[in-house]
């Protein structure tokens, strides 16, 4: 289902890189991987997966084999999946996860750095929090068929949690233009830079829930992203789907939605439909980028079909329209159609 290869007049050098919104592993879905199997959450999607060069998705949850919930302060959600989750995401072929958002402190301290300590030993990279923050903010490098990717990784959730000196934590950083927060945008950017990074994703955990349209401010701060040096941005947190916008050539993901999850729907915002991003990326940039719709449906996420293919299409294509991207049906999938050198309609 990946789109056809290059053709005449792109480049020759691509790999597939995938995007997936937040990914939660636990309470029930936990439980259906341990009647089911741990391939079950990603249903047909799984193949797409792992036939990826790279695979990329938010984890919105810790995996750990226990844990004591978060008590300090209120929080009402606390997600935690067995370690069978890891096996989960070793089967969907996923190679890096970041976790600078709400729920990676759910079961305090001990419960992170044991999944930090999982992911390591599975080899899947990851971003976004760490014993410190000077490892919060260190991105993931990953190389592909002599293609770097470098993913850095904030979240405006949770400042409480936010990574010290020497204080384990998430990369937080507030949604505002100013000088102080785009200095440690550009030095996280800068670092993947000088570790080899080619293209540069930074993914950003922001917002409030089921909110279909970013504010000025925050597309005011992904186009400073860009600006900053960085190639995609992609956002998440909403819990359902936003616009896509191309400011100079460059993809705003503003929100991916979700991608696998428990989660109560809702009838109209319909957070249970969501798309899987495809990107085709050369040593200079994006060079195509295709949308999967996808559905979630009794704790597993397939392809959309039918209806519901045309409702998440739908849906997509005016949010985006709104943002002056024109996104087309393609044999089966969606596709953005211009990724050239332009800037976004305000």
């Known amino acids: 289902m990946w789109p056809a290869e290059p053709t005449v007049g792109m480049p020759t050098e691509t790999i597939r890189l995938a995007l997936?919104?937040?990914?939660?592993?636990?309470?029930?879905?936990?439980?259906?991987?341990?009647?089911?199997?741990?391939?079950?959450?990603?249903?047909?999607?799984?193949?797409?997966?792992?036939?990826?060069?790279?695979?990329?998705?938010?984890?919105?949850?810790?995996?750990?084999?226990?844990?004591?919930?978060?008590?300090?302060?209120?929080?009402?959600?606390?997600?935690?999946?067995?370690?069978?989750?890891?096996?989960?995401?070793?089967?969907?072929?996923?190679?890096?996860?970041?976790?600078?958002?709400?729920?990676?402190?759910?079961?305090?301290?001990?419960?992170?750095?044991?999944?930090?300590?999982?992911?390591?030993?599975?080899?899947?990279?990851?971003?976004?929090?760490?014993?410190?923050?000077?490892?919060?903010?260190?991105p993931a490098l990953l190389t592909r068929k002599g293609i770097t990717v470098g993913i850095v990784a904030f979240t405006d959730n949770e400042p409480?949690?936010?990574?010290?000196?020497?204080?384990?934590?998430?990369?937080?950083?507030?949604?505002?233009?100013?000088?102080?927060?785009?200095?440690?945008?550009?030095?996280?950017?800068?670092?993947?830079?000088?570790?080899?990074?080619?293209?540069?994703?930074?993914?950003?955990?922001?917002?409030?829930?089921?909110?279909?349209?970013?504010?000025?401010?925050f597309r005011a701060f992904a186009r400073a992203v860009l600006d900053a040096g960085a190639d995609v941005f992609f956002g998440h947190s909403a819990h359902i789907i936003q616009g896509i916008e191309i400011y100079h050539g460059k993809p705003i993901i503003y929100d991916a939605g979700d991608f696998v999850d428990d989660y109560a729907v809702d009838p109209y915002l319909r957070n249970d439909q969501s798309l899987l991003f495809a990107l085709t990326v050369s040593r200079d940039g994006v060079v195509a980028l295709d949308l999967y719709p996808v559905l979630i449906d009794d704790y597993q996420v397939n392809f959309a079909t039918g209806p519901e293919f045309e409702s998440i299409a739908s849906r997509i294509e005016a949010l985006s329209a709104e943002m002056g991207t024109a996104v087309e049906r393609r044999n089966g999938h969606l596709g953005v159609r211009d990724l050239g050198k332009k800037k976004g309609k305000g």
Not at 164 to 169: A, D, F, M, N, T
Not at 180 to 204: D, K
């Open 160 to 217: 409480g949690w936010a990574a010290g000196p020497s204080q384990s934590g998430i990369n937080y950083v507030p949604i505002r233009v100013t000088d102080e927060v785009l200095s440690a945008v550009r030095s996280a950017i800068q670092v993947a830079r000088l570790g080899g990074a080619n293209l540069v994703v930074l993914a950003c955990h922001w917002g409030p829930n089921m909110r279909e349209r970013p504010t000025p401010t």
């Open 20 to 138: 997936a919104g937040d990914v939660m592993l636990g309470r029930t879905v936990n439980e259906v991987m341990h009647r089911s199997g741990p391939a079950y959450p990603w249903g047909n999607t799984i193949d797409f997966l792992r036939k990826a060069d790279l695979t990329v998705i938010n984890l919105e949850c810790v995996i750990a084999a226990d844990g004591v919930p978060w008590s300090r302060w209120p929080k009402v959600f606390h997600f935690r999946a067995d370690p069978v989750a890891m096996e989960s995401l070793i089967l969907a072929g996923i190679d890096a996860v970041t976790l600078a958002n709400n729920h990676v402190l759910d079961f305090e301290e001990q419960a992170m750095l044991e999944l930090l300590g999982r992911l390591d030993d599975a080899g899947i990279a990851h971003c976004g929090a760490a014993p410190d923050l000077t490892a919060a903010a260190r």
